[in-house]
Structures are given as C-alpha cells and as structure tokens.
C-alpha cells in the first residue's frame, strides 16, 4: 500500500507538542490497524499536492476547522483536486472535513448541522452489519446533509444522519474521528465549553470514559485502501 494523506490543518501548539498533527493521528492509528507500506504527507493549505497522483493506491482527506464548503482559496483548490482525482477513479478516504469535502464534490449538500455542535463519544447505528454501532469520538459543526447520489449509507445518528458513506470500492467517509483519543476529544470539549454550555460540555466529558471504536474504523479503512 502507498497511501498519500492530505493534512488539512494545524493542531493548536499545545496539542501539537503532544499529537503532532492530523496527518501523524490518523498515521498512528493505520499502523495500529495493521498498515504496511509507505505513508507521504502532503499539506493542501500551503499549496502541497503530490506531483504525480498515480504513486498512490489512495488518498486520505484529514479533519480541518475549515468549511468544506468555504471560498477560502485552498479551500478551493482541494475541491478542484478531488474533483479531478474522483473523475480518475482514485481511491478516496475522507474523515470529517475530508468527508464533507468529498460529499461535496460528489453532489451531496453541505452545511451547518442544524443542532449545532457534536461532540464528545457518540453512538452510530449501523447499516452494513444490523443491530451494531460504531462508537466514535465526534467534533463538529457542518455536516453532510444528504446522501451524495450513488452512495451507500453505512451508519447514522439522529443528529448526523449521514454519518459514514461509500461509493462502490471508491469512495469512503466518515464525519467522526476514529484517529482521535479520549485526551484530544476533551482538549476540544475545553475549548469550546462556552458554545457548548455547561451542560453539553459536562455530557461531552463523561462520555470519554465509556471507550471507543476508533480502532476498529482503522481496520476497515486500511482493508479498503487495500
């Protein structure tokens, strides 16, 4: 497998000390899942792309506190880059933002979840394996509010339905973070207490105890980049 990551943000500098960035997360918790191969990391928001697309079996989307839907230039040009790269029939992985962006690019609407943040452990059904969940560690405000066209759903919550998809053996998304762990999730929780309000912000926090399945969304990423 050589699988390209597109970074497609910056950790706050005292998370960064310890997390490295989006990229070394998710990085960790492929390797974790059994990874092997080569994996290069690129950066869409200071211009960094691949010169040669074709090196890669795939491309993996990171988080971002970035719209998918912005007009910020870089913001932009990824969605051009992807466009381009599902035209191709590339192999794509999208996590959060990467899986707005690429609904985006495949039709689907994109926009503030109507009730605001989701944070903190949350349990998703399942629609590939009936009568399980997928419990992840979320942070979000946007979300994809529709089903891109040709999409399976693959799980749902009553406040992010469309919270993992695929396309065929081309495409597969999902709006939590399974790189994440429980410290980094309340790092955020901390950070936006006062959005939040107390009583969200304390949910939030209790539910990091409860374990997730972060490492079990690694392994089914890493056997569909093959």
């Given at each position: 497998?050589?699988?390209c990551?597109l970074?497609?943000?910056?950790l706050d500098?005292?998370?960064?000390a310890?997390?490295g960035?989006?990229?070394?997360?998710t990085e960790?918790?492929l390797?974790?899942?059994?990874?092997?191969?080569?994996?290069?990391?690129f950066?869409?928001?200071?211009?960094h792309y691949?010169?040669?697309?074709d090196?890669?079996?795939a491309?993996?989307?990171?988080?971002?506190?970035a719209d998918a839907?912005?007009?910020?230039?870089?913001?932009?040009?990824?969605?051009?880059q992807v466009?381009?790269?599902?035209?191709?029939?590339?192999k794509?992985?999208?996590?959060?933002?990467?899986?707005?962006?690429i609904?985006?690019?495949?039709?689907?609407p994109?926009g503030?979840?109507p009730?605001?943040?989701?944070m903190?452990?949350?349990?998703?059904t399942?629609?590939d394996?009936?009568?399980?969940?997928?419990?992840?560690?979320?942070?979000?405000?946007?979300q994809v509010?529709?089903?891109?066209?040709?999409?399976q759903?693959?799980?749902?919550?009553a406040?992010?339905p469309?919270?993992?998809?695929?396309?065929?053996?081309r495409v597969?998304?999902?709006?939590?973070?399974?790189?994440?762990v429980?410290?980094?999730?309340?790092f955020?929780l901390?950070?936006?207490r006062?959005?939040?309000?107390?009583?969200?912000?304390?949910?939030?926090m209790?539910?990091?105890s409860?374990?997730?399945?972060g490492?079990?969304?690694g392994?089914e990423?890493?056997?569909?980049?093959?």
């Open positions: 497998m050589k699988l990551i970074d497609n943000d910056v500098p005292e998370m960064a310890v997390y960035s989006y990229a070394a997360m960790r918790l390797r974790q899942a059994g990874a092997q191969g080569e994996i290069n990391v950066h869409p928001y200071h211009g691949p010169a040669d697309w090196a890669f079996d491309v993996l989307l990171t988080g971002s506190r839907f912005s007009d910020v230039p870089w913001v932009v040009n990824l969605r051009a466009t381009h790269l599902l035209a191709a029939h590339k794509l992985v999208g996590i959060c933002f990467g899986h707005q962006l609904a985006l690019c495949l039709g689907a994109v503030r979840a009730q605001g943040w989701c903190g452990r949350m349990n998703y399942r629609f394996e009936p009568a399980q969940t997928w419990s992840l560690l979320a942070s979000h405000q946007d509010l529709a089903l891109p066209p040709g999409a759903l693959l799980a749902s919550h406040q992010c469309v919270a993992a998809f695929r396309v065929q053996d597969w998304c999902v709006q939590p973070h399974p790189e994440f429980p410290d980094y999730s309340a955020l901390h950070k936006r006062t959005q939040l309000g107390e009583q969200a912000f304390q949910m939030g209790d539910s990091l409860e374990g997730h399945d490492l079990a969304l392994q990423i890493v056997r569909f980049v093959g």
